[in-house]
């Protein structure tokens, strides 16, 4: 049981810090990264396109069926740039998407968030090299703004039907936090045990005694039939 109480530790542990270990781990200290070494110029620049972009889509004077590639790219980065809340990282995530995916498959990872956010095609197939990488966008996007008053929001962008990488973390993160409580308290009920089956024989007679499970007469044969 012990061993079970580690593990429980260990589990309370790693999920209650899984942002600082998996995005710093993987991304690199924002704070000390020179804003010289990062170039957010043209992030922030395509952000504001798409902020442009999505201010026409729903004053009702651009349509879906009208918007290109490109502004669908550009709809992507306003939309990550939002759930991010910061230009620099933004710039930081798109180098370390295109580290991972290649320059195109970023591009395309994007086109498919702006589709998918912009609700104007839910179902858009995001890049298969890029879907390893949403759980750590779903991670470093998490204390950021909502989707722009989009109903579905960023676990549609995920896919499968709205139920998105967010959530089943989510769920596994409880699942984990229920099996460890349930651990420990098993743990500790059985440390119980282990004391009270600790106690001789004569212990456990004078506890009878004390408790008034057996008389005075009844102690005394027994503690006699014990020595």
């Known amino acids: ?27 690199g200290n924002w704070t000390s990264s020179s804003p010289s070494a990062i170039s957010d110029d043209h992030t922030a620049r395509e952000e504001q396109e798409g ?6 889509l729903q004053s009702k004077q651009i349509e879906c069926k009208n ?31 295109t580290s991972m995916m290649g320059e195109e498959g970023e ?22 090299n890029g879907v390893g990488f949403m759980p750590m966008m779903w991670m470093m996007g998490g204390g950021g703004n909502p989707m722009m008053g989009y109903n579905g929001g960023w676990d549609n962008m995920m896919g499968w039907g709205g139920f998105g990488f ?13 099996l460890g409580v349930v651990a420990l308290v098993r743990y500790l009920g059985n440390s119980g045990k282990s004391v009270k ?24 044969e027994k503690k006699k039939d014990l020595a």
């Not at 049981?1 to 991304?27: E, W, Y």
């Not at 902020?51 to 026409?56: A, P």
């Open 67 to 97: 918007l290109t590639d490109e502004q669908y790219g550009s709809l992507g980065e306003y939309f990550m740039g939002q759930s991010i809340g910061d230009t620099q990282r933004h710039a930081l995530m798109n180098q370390m998407m």
């Open 197 to 220: 089956d600790d106690k001789t024989p004569l212990e456990i007679l004078k506890e009878r005694y004390a408790k008034g499970e057996i008389d005075k007469k009844e102690f005394e």
């Open 51 to 56: 902020k442009e972009t999505w201010e026409k």
């Open 166 to 178: 967010g959530w089943i973390f989510m769920i596994i993160f409880w699942i984990l936090i229920i």
């Open 1 to 27: 049981m012990k061993k079970a109480l580690l593990i429980s530790v260990l589990l309370f542990t790693l999920l209650l810090t899984p942002s600082s270990i998996f995005a710093q781990g993987m991304m």
């Open 107 to 128: 591009e395309q990872a994007h086109i498919a968030m702006g589709k998918r956010l912009s609700g104007c095609e839910p179902d858009a197939q995001v890049p298969s």
